[in-house]
Every structure is written in structure tokens, then in C-alpha cells.
């Protein structure tokens, strides 16, 4: 159906139109070209009216509102249409743009579901629905797994936009693709995922497994106590590492060292009284009889690895661990596919990865070195190879390390309005164009760019809603505080209620 007509002067790049109807910022067109069909999209929509225009007074604008209503033809819908490709080739993944303009006086017509299907949502098993086009609602959006996996992922937002939604809609894909995904979940958020076959667990840390400056970390040395740093390091000999009571053996060497080395005593004894804490508090978590915590990972599984309980610290020292295990493991597998090793371990990972971290920001700073952070970029760097990939959630993108998110080859970036967060990522993506980058800031809850990889053609789109997914809601303070009125109200009716009997029994 045409819809419009090209106007003016127009480019290989763009053209602008005048249309019949409004029509919406984001919205595909095809551009019916003398040299084949040309897919367009919206990038400008100005509607003017001929009585209502160089209107100077109130009373004014009334009367020339009369006579604009009567007008069929006072409004003026004129519109510049971006040119994103030939159409047939962009169905073939392919982005060719015309060398000569569509001339004035071309056609505009209706994007389709047969001119759109192809691009936005293919139908072989690796393109996975995410949800539909944001301004052509009837048209999916599809994002490919595969590129997802193999070239990273980030997923960015302000707080409450979406950002969990759209991991639990991948982690329900992948699961029914009977992929392995792991999710280092930072705020319990994923508790009650509705996944067939979870595999929910508190992420463990075996201290025997750790080195000792690692090990200070976890049961919280300060980072500047160099006494106490040699004495913990000097205790944890490899003897204590493989005694049958892992913390009874510490104890035992670090009180030794305290008694043997001359100056060591107060500070062996204050190394003592951390790993007495640290074993009481953290109970749950540091192991020594837990095995390799990466074997609670399922293969084929959404597992889902509560690191709520951790400190940022901890967190620090067991991300990094699980990251470093999952490349080497998978680094073991290809390698032994290939022949080139025959690797002593089992390798418990035969097939690509995938691992997710939120709260990104903390755990791969800008600026900052952790440990979390190198193995997060050696796993960007080398994943590729080794099919394992990487997804960073964030709402603070300008906090991320810069290096890190410019390996991100795919993006979801959902309502970001600070300006300093948007110039973050228009550095990381080059395919972020202006245009897209000024849509951010007007999206709505779900709404998403994608970009990168993952998408044949940058896309607005409207993520489908996880309905199961109870957490990351916000929470709803005035009914709560009601409802707990009432219970007291409850219980203070039922306790007057017994007093009353009790008096009556006396
Ligand atoms: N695609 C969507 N369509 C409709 N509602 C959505 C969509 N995505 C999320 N929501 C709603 O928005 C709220 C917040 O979503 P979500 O927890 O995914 O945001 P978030 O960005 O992860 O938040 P936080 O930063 O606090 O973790 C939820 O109540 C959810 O139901």
C-alpha cells in the first residue's frame, strides 16, 4: 500500500518523503525504487498544519483550528526515511546501498510481514523470538544464539527498564535449546526463574582451592596489613591444603608461624581471629569439603549462582575463580577435540557456555583493577575460540571497564537518559548511530535497541514480558505497610480477645 511519495532532494543515505498519515520514529519502510526495493526506516516525523501556522493571538488559534478541522488537506505529514539497504539483499544478510538516489516522486510503501520476516526473524533454530518490532508490532524480533554466544553480549539499562526480563527470556531460550547457561546472580534475582530443570545453588568457595592472597581476601585480611598477609601466606603450605581438617591445619601453621618468627605474633594472632570469623559467618560458603565448586555446575542447565550472601570482595575472589575454571575446562575440550591434548581432568563442559554476570560495574570496573576483570576480558578476548561467551548486565555503563564492553559484539540497550552513560556506549558501538542513540532516553519499561551481531539490522523492539518471573518487580510499600497494619490490628484484637476469657475464667 503506498503511503507516501519521495519529495525535495534526496541522497543514497536518505530521502525525505510526504505521507499520507503521521507516521512513527523507528518505523520500517520500503522505498519503491527504480533500481529494486529499498528498506527505510523513520528517523524524523514532522507534522505541520497550514491554518495553524504564524498564529498570533489565543483567539486567533481558535478560529484557525475551526477552519484546520474542516480542511481535510491543512495537515502536512512530511518525513525523513534513513536508507538502510536493497531489500532483497538485507534478506540475504547482505547491506547494499544504492548509488544513485530514489528519485523524487518514488513511491513509499508499507513494510510487510513477507518484506520484514527475513531479516527480523528468521526461521532457523539458532534465531530466537525476543519479542516484535517496537513500530511494525505485527513483525517478530529475533536474535541469533549462535552470535550471542561467540561474540558476547551486553545488556544495559537504567534500574527497574527490563534488564532481568530479557535474561530470563534467553535463559527460558537456551534452556529449551538444552544449552548450558550460568547466571552469577548478585541480587537473588533469579530465584524464582521458570525454567524446566533449574540448577539453583549458592555459589561455594573451597578455601584449599585458593591462593593466599586470595584467600585474605575472602576472610576479609585488609589489603595494606602486609604482616598479616605473610603470615596467612606462610601458613597456607600445601600440607594444610591437603589435611583432612582444613581449618584446624590453618590454625594450627598460622599460630606455629606466630610462636616461630620473630615480630609475627600479634599479627598471627590477628590472622587467627579473621579466619575464627570467617569460618563462623560464612559458613555456608567457604567449603573446604565442597570439592571444586565448578562441579555443581550442570551442563545442559540454566544454573543459577546465588552470590548474594558474598561480599563484593568474595564475590570478587569467586567469580574470578569460576571464570578462570570455565575457560580452562573449556580450553580442555576443544583441545582434546582437536587431539592436540588428552586433558588428566574430566571435562565436564563439552559443548559452548555461556555465563552472565550482573552488576557488571562492580566486577569490571573502569579504572580499577580486579581479578574478576581480567579473566571477564581473557574470556572476551579468547572466548570466541573456545566457545565460551560472555553477557554483562549493568545500569551504570559508564562505570564498566571500557576495553571489556568494546568486545561486546551485541548489544540490548534499554532506557538510559544520563548523558555520560550514553557517550559510554556510543564509544563501545560503532553501529550505535546518532539517530538510535537519541531514541534511548525516550523508551519505555521493555523497550530495546539492538544492536551488534546478534541482529541482521540495528532494531527497536518491545521485549516480551516473562510473566512467571515474579522477582526484580518493584516493591509495593503501601500495600505492604496496610497489610502489616492489619495483622497488628489482628493480633491485638485476638490478644485483648484472650485477656477478656482469662478475666472471665478467674
Ligand atoms: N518487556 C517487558 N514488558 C512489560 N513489562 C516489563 C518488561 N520487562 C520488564 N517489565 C517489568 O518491569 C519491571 C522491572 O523489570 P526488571 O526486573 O526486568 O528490570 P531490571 O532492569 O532488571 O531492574 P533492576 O535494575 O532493578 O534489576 C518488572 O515489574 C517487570 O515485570
Redesign the pocket.
Known sequence: MTIGVVIGESRPTDVTAQSSKPLSVGEYVIIDSQDGQILGLVEKSIISSEALTDVRNFDEAVESKEVADINSRDKNYKVKIGILGFLDKLQNGQMVLPAVPPLPGTSILEATQKDLGAIFGPITEEWIRI?SLLRNSSIEAKINVNKMVSRHLAIL????????????LIARHVSSLNGTLIIFDY?N?YENLDVPKINYMLAKINPRLLPSDKLAEVIELRENADKQQRALRESLTEAVKQSKDFWQALEESTASFGRTVKGYADSASRVLDKIDDAKHRFSDILDPDCGDPVDLIKEGRVNVLNISELSERQANAGLSYYLQELLQHRKDAVWERKGKTSSKRNNKFLAPIFVII?EAHVFIPKGEHTDTKYWASKVAREGRKFGIGLGV?S?RPRNIDPNVLSQMGSLAI?KIVQDDDQQQIASAAESLSKDLLSQLSSLN???AVLIGQWVNLPSIV?????KS?K????LNAVSEWNQTDKFKQVAKESTESMIQKDLLLD
Do not use: Y
Not at 471 to 474: L, R
Open positions: 519479542g539499562a537504567m534500574t527497574g527498564m527490563g534488564k532481568s526480563n530479557l535474561v530470563s541480587h534475582d550482573e548486565v545500569q534499554m519499561i521493555g523497550d518491545h521485549v516480551d514480558e516473562v518471573k522477582s526484580g518487580s518493584d
